[in-house]
Nanobody
């Protein structure tokens, strides 16, 4: 049974940091491209960052470039999203997605709230 679980969300003040985790079970994450997405109430889901399966190339939305860092730990079958210099507009439900060929898995999401 496959499972993709996000964790690490929470309440943080503006300027603070959080590290989100996307942990997989039932399949090997390093053979999948992993994307982080977020959705705020009333907004459409948007892509935040992704990391390739092969060369591990990374990409970021302009809104988070220079503040967020995506990385893999293959030994732990986990992908991380380090979020620094958080802003109130980063508040959203964050999801990870694993994609390979015609297969994709989504996690259930973890809430990030940036507020005083």
């Amino acid at each position: 049974q496959w499972q993709l679980v996000e964790s690490g969300g929470g309440l943080v003040q503006p300027g603070g940091s959080l590290r989100l985790s996307c942990a997989a079970s039932g399949f090997t994450l390093n053979s999948y491209a992993i994307g982080w997405f977020r959705q705020a109430p009333g907004n459409e889901r948007e892509g935040v960052s992704c990391i390739g399966a092969g060369d591990g190339s990374t990409h970021y939305a302009d809104s988070v470039k220079g503040r967020f860092t995506i990385s893999r730990d293959n030994d732990k079958n986990t992908v991380y999203l380090q979020m620094d210099s958080l802003k109130p507009e980063d508040t959203a439900l964050y999801y990870c997605k694993a994609t390979r060929l015609f297969t994709e898995y989504w996690g259930q999401g973890t809430q990030v709230t940036v507020s005083l």
